[in-house]
């Protein structure tokens, strides 16, 4: 599976930002997509998830409230919005892909993919 991460960049504090992750097609399932962030000398930390059957969303404390994550089931894209950034945000935002394949018609061979990464800088 293929992630291709769009929507970083420069803003300022109190900007907006959308961020897109759109998966490669293929037979892999796809149960989760999310964002998780990660600046340097720190742990990569989870933003925000969707799941594709029900689109139940989750949310870290440090956005819960200011941010949206949405999906497109029929392009394999996530959307992340996030309001009101402040320089905290700065980091490195990574698209996670979990899921599995199918065994003879069950699930089996469950994996994760990651992205290379988007930069978001929030000034101050």
């Known amino acids: 599976v293929r992630l291709s991460e769009a929507g970083g960049g420069l803003v300022q504090a109190g900007d907006s930002l959308t961020l897109s992750c759109a998966a490669s097609?293929?037979?892999?399932?796809?149960?989760?997509m999310g964002w998780y962030r990660q600046t340097p000398g720190k742990q990569r930390e989870f933003v925000a998830s969707?799941?594709?059957?029900?689109?139940?969303?989750y949310y870290a404390d440090s956005v819960k409230g200011r941010s949206t994550i949405s999906r497109d089931n029929s392009k394999n894209t996530i959307f992340l919005q996030i309001k009101d950034l402040n320089p905290e945000g700065t980091s490195a935002y990574y698209c996670?892909?979990?899921?599995?394949?199918?065994?003879?018609?069950?699930?089996?061979?469950?994996?994760?993919?990651w992205g290379q990464g988007t930069q978001v800088t929030v000034s101050s």
């Open positions: 996670n892909v979990k899921g599995h394949n199918l065994c003879e018609g069950y699930p089996c061979d469950f994996k994760e993919y």
């Open positions: 097609k293929s037979a892999f399932r796809i149960t989760v």
């Open positions: 969707i799941t594709s059957s029900d689109a139940t969303t």
